[in-house]
């Protein structure tokens, strides 16, 4: 109950005060949209024409969330904070089977408040259903496999967790889980258990793959998947280094890095901590070798390593009440807990200072007196980590941090960027004119200027722009589409209005002048 009210403030509160802003959860939304409004739940659009670049099961669960509830962000943005939730009480569970309900307790905090884990769960993205997924598949094939253990059900359990994630997101929602149960040693008495579990797995992600049809099949798998690992590209992460990871992990798995150091001493030091930790151990191993040999790096993939990780620092946050720690280790986790709450301290005095003065008028106060105090007191209670004090003042000092990034923070990241603010711009300068957006228009935009699903109304095709104009439609363009438009020197063309969204402008035309032929000069285009 505790974990669950952790996530209430992490993952949900305030879960719609941001808007859509970048570009992937914008379009997911707009499908989510545009699938509610025209009823076909089987063939997702985006701007009216059919869009399969990923499988539809993730729209789905946003349409549906829509449909019951709303408003747009809070509804669309839920099955990934219900992802996150889930993930959560799947790390606190395999946790407490591995180690105790003390680690697993502390295993399901430290992923509950970790920054990007955070970020994603509060975000339309299916990263979150498929680390859910992953998790769960561990959990229930660890128990699955578990020779003192004959219950079906945990298999049964896994195969969900195995199909769902293939279905969402690709063969890794399948190969990781198993790579992970495998490596661990997980498998080695019950090998027929797993072979059954994967090709179940297997042979019934095939339907949902070929329902949809054999073209997106391919293109998905090979496309989106196979190529993406091994052939880089330059958007999609493919001009990092070798060593991306390493940093970007760092930055993060915030406020829980300043916490890396104790857990390698531990790791290290522990006597035994090789052999009982060597499912959380093989799952960061294994993950992290598969995402440096991946062509394409990208932050989102760092999610998979963080139940990991949450695994174990609740096995060795178990070993420190328990006793077991060594003297170094003690000391390690003395300087790692004094230099988390010195750092997040000082956050709390300094930052309402240096922030934009926006952020005065979110509660940012109150919200830094909790941070610059409890951070104190951790600092000085770290002198004895193993104390409950410590424990619980670790905690609440955690918490105020996420409590202020998402009630304050984020909402306040593109505040001077909202695709909401600029939608609205275009939307008021076209007054009651019909209005169309060209391929290339940042999906914020064409989000909040609430396009339906009807391709007439929304998408203008390059090619189309002229006879659109002439029609009395206008058109909202991007500066890269402008030069290409090839519009002939009859039509006379101008901006009415021009936006600044996302570090590019926006212009909405219209057509000022007549054919030459009628002997009047159009306007030139501005």
């Not at 997924?133 to 959990?139: F, R, W």
């Not at 999609?236 to 001493?265: D, E």
């Not at 328990?322 to 300094?350: D, N, Q, T």
Request: net charge positive; charged share 10%.
């Amino acid at each position: 109950m505790a974990l669950v009210l952790v996530c209430g403030i992490t993952l949900f509160a305030n879960l719609g005060a941001k808007d859509f802003w970048t570009a992937d959860e914008s379009r997911h939304a707009q499908r989510a949209r545009e699938m509610l409004a025209s009823g076909r739940w089987w063939t997702p659009t985006y701007l009216g024409r059919q869009n399969f670049d990923k499988h539809p099961i993730h729209i789905w669960l946003m349409a549906g969330s829509g449909l019951l509830l709303g408003p747009p962000e809070t509804a669309f943005r839920l099955p990934a904070a219900a992802a996150g939730l889930a993930t959560v009480l799947f790390t606190f569970a395999l946790g407490t089977r591995l180690f105790g309900p003390w680690a697993g307790g502390v295993a399901g905090f430290v992923l509950a408040t970790t920054f990007l884990f955070v970020y994603y769960a509060r975000a339309a993205f299916i990263d979150l259903p498929l680390l859910a997924c992953i998790t769960g598949a561990v959990l229930f094939g660890h128990r699955a496999l578990d020779a003192s253990r004959q219950h079906g059900g945990d298999a049964a359990l896994a195969v969900v967790c195995l199909v769902a994630g293939t279905a969402a997101k690709g063969p890794v929602g399948l190969i990781l889980p198993l790579l992970v149960l495998v490596a661990s040693g997980a498998a080695s008495a019950r090998w027929r258990t797993i072979v059954g579990i994967a090709l179940l797995s297997a042979v019934a992600v095939v339907p949902l793959y070929l329902a949809i049809g054999y073209e997106f099949t391919l293109n998905f798998v090979i496309g989106h998947n196979l190529l993406r690992f091994l052939k880089p590209h330059p958007i999609l992460g493919g001009n990092h280094p070798v060593y991306f990871y390493l940093p970007a992990l760092l930055g993060n798995f915030l406020p829980w890095t300043f916490l890396l150091p104790t857990l390698g001493a531990a790791i290290a030091l522990t006597p035994g901590a090789w052999r009982r930790w060597r499912l959380p151990l093989v799952w960061f191993g294994v993950t992290f070798v598969l995402l440096t040999a991946a062509a394409n790096k990208r932050e989102p993939y760092l999610l998979p390593l963080f139940p990991a990780l949450a695994l174990l620092v609740g096995a060795a946050a178990g070993d420190l009440r328990a006793g077991h720690a060594p003297a170094f280790v003690v000391w390690w986790w003395r300087a790692g807990l004094m230099s988390l709450g010195g750092a997040l301290g000082l956050a709390g005095l300094i930052l309402p200072f240096v922030w934009p003065a926006r952020l005065g008028e979110l509660a940012w106060g109150p919200g830094g007196a909790v941070l610059a105090v409890t951070g104190a007191w951790v600092a000085i209670r770290s002198r004895s980590p193993a104390h409950p004090r410590t424990a619980l003042a670790t905690g609440a000092l955690v918490l105020a941090g996420m409590a202020v990034l998402v009630w304050s923070l984020l909402p306040a990241m593109n505040r001077t960027q909202s695709a909401r603010l600029a939608a609205a711009t275009l939307r008021a300068a076209a007054g009651s004119a019909p209005i169309g957006v060209l391929e290339g228009v940042h999906a914020g935009l064409v989000y909040y200027m609430g396009f339906s699903s009807r391709p007439a109304e929304a998408s203008v095709a390059p090619a189309d722009v002229a006879a659109a104009l002439r029609a009395g439609r206008l058109v909202v363009v991007g500066p890269q589409a402008l030069e290409g438009l090839q519009l002939s020197a009859e039509e006379g063309v101008s901006a009415r209005t021009r936006v600044w969204f996302d570090k590019q402008e926006y212009l909405l035309l219209e057509r000022v002048g007549k054919d030459l032929a009628t002997g009047q000069v159009a306007a030139p285009m501005s």
